[in-house]
C-alpha cells in the first residue's frame, strides 16, 4: 500500500511493481537498516528465477523489480528471531523490543493470540518504525542501499 496523506492509501500497481528497483538495473542488493543492522537483507535474482529453468545460454539473467526487493523485505522482517538475538540485547532495548511486540499483536484483534505464539520477530527490533520510508544508495553504486523505516 502507498500512504497518499490524511489516511489515504492505495494498492501498489502491478505494473509499478515490475519496474527495475535500480538504476541502472542489477540482479543482486545488499540493504542495509541502521536499526537492525546485525541484518542486511540479500536481493538476489538467480538463474532459476526464470519460470522455474535456468535461461538458455547467452541469455541475460533478468533485473530485481521494486516487487522483489519490496517482498524480500517483508519476508525478512517477518522471520521470528533467535534466542541468541534476544540474549544479545540490553535490559532496555529488551523492553522497548517487548513493547513493540505487544504492540503489534494486541493490533490484530482476533489474530492476537496465534501471533503471540509465533514469538518476537524481527519487525519488533525497529520498535514501531513499520512503514517503509525510502531506499538510499550508500556509496557510489547501486548494489548496496540504506533501507529508512518510519512511524506511521
Known sequence: MIYLGSNTFERLSEKYKKEPATRPGSNHLRIECDLVPEWPIRVDIHPE??????????AHTPLITLGDVLSNIYSHFSQRIRHEDWANLNLQDQIAVTKAYTARCTALGSAETIERSHGV??????????????LTRVGDGTKVLKLHLDKY
Open 49 to 58: 528465477y526464470i519460470r522455474g529453468q535456468s535461461p538458455p545460454p547467452g
Open 121 to 134: 520477530r524481527r519487525i519488533d527490533y525497529t520498535c514501531g518504525k513499520v512503514w517503509f520510508k525510502r
